[in-house]
């Protein structure tokens, strides 16, 4: 078979990242790709939103089309603003592939066939191999007095629309981050930031006497081209970082579950994409004040609880590995392409 992807953000961000996963995997199950669309056995989107812009339209008219769900297509809130989006692309789509349980149960009300398939992730990248925090330190120019006896709370997304910095991007949650950190004791822990666009987390931060660190350049103009870290680098700040918080409202992902799960870092989420998926159901929240506790309780308790710490990332790393291998993902991948060749709309 022959298959042809389409989807690109071409920035080398998520989806250009996705898309060098499914390359590699073609790869690997020697599967042969295609340039030309029209010599395509299956057209593979990496982004559903992709597949209604006018490059891709010609697209359209070809058969055995697989969409894929990577931002939370949410059609059960009545007023998800991408609804006519979505009923266009599902009227092209042979099958869908969702990266998690909760979208794939959402997705399979409205089409026939719905494949859960969980992102790629490069193992021999995010690995639990023994480091040293003080290297990781020095490498990063973090102060190694700043961080002494603190927990290191950890946000790496960016939280900033590009089109105002001032006002916080909705899906990601920044408020809530700030609402879980303001009330904390100001001398047990500090937050680690990286990445472009964290203007509005930076200055509710200063509004708040939250005492933080940014590795980047602080600047009132969008920094996307200079504070982006690469990707490669992202592994030492999961090492040294004690617990992660994802606190996005709506999340394809998010990628930092796999991230932190798969290098044994301490996480919790808000009950969104993929979570439920790989993490403790005690990890995951529904409502502020259950999570702002359990974030009050990492931070004050953090040595009496470390046995609970260390279960925690076990279970988690486990779930990961099980779910994220590279045989099982590409072998289901693999039946995907086979079950719409076999099943041509």
Known sequence: MNIFFNGKDGKGWAIDTMRVDFENALKRLNIARTKNFIKADIIHNIWWNYFLTKTSFPLRFKKNIILFAGNFIDLENENYFLRKEFEKANSFASAWISPSEKQKQILGKYSEHVFMLPYYIDFKLFNIEHFEKQRILKKYNIPVELVNNKVIIGSFQRDSLG???????????????????????????????????????????????????????????????????????????????????????????????????????????????????????????????????????????????????????????????????????????????????????
């Open 163 to 345: 089109s105002d910095l001032s006002i916080p991007k909705w899906q990601k949650g920044p408020e809530l981050l700030i609402n879980l950190l303001k009330d904390l004791p100001k001398d047990k822990f500090i937050l680690l930031l990286s990445g472009p666009r964290r203007h509005f987390v930076i200055k509710e931060c200063k509004k708040y006497n939250i005492p933080y660190f940014y590795i980047g350049q602080e600047m009132p103009e969008d920094d996307i081209t200079i504070n982006a870290l690469p990707f490669r680098k992202m592994p030492d700040l999961y090492r040294i970082t004690d617990l992660y918080l994802v606190t996005s409202k709506s999340e394809g992902g998010p990628k930092a579950v796999l991230e932190a799960t798969a290098i044994k870092t301490n996480i919790f989420s808000t009950d969104v994409g993929l979570a439920n998926d790989f993490l403790e159901k005690k990890n995951i929240f529904t409502d502020t004040v259950s999570y702002k506790k359990a974030v009050f309780d990492f931070i004050v308790n953090f040595d009496k609880n470390e046995s609970i710490r260390i279960s925690d990332v076990k279970k988690q790393y486990k779930r990961c590995i099980n779910l994220c291998n590279y045989n099982t993902l590409d072998r289901k991948l693999k039946e995907i392409y086979n079950f719409v060749l076999d099943n041509k709309k």
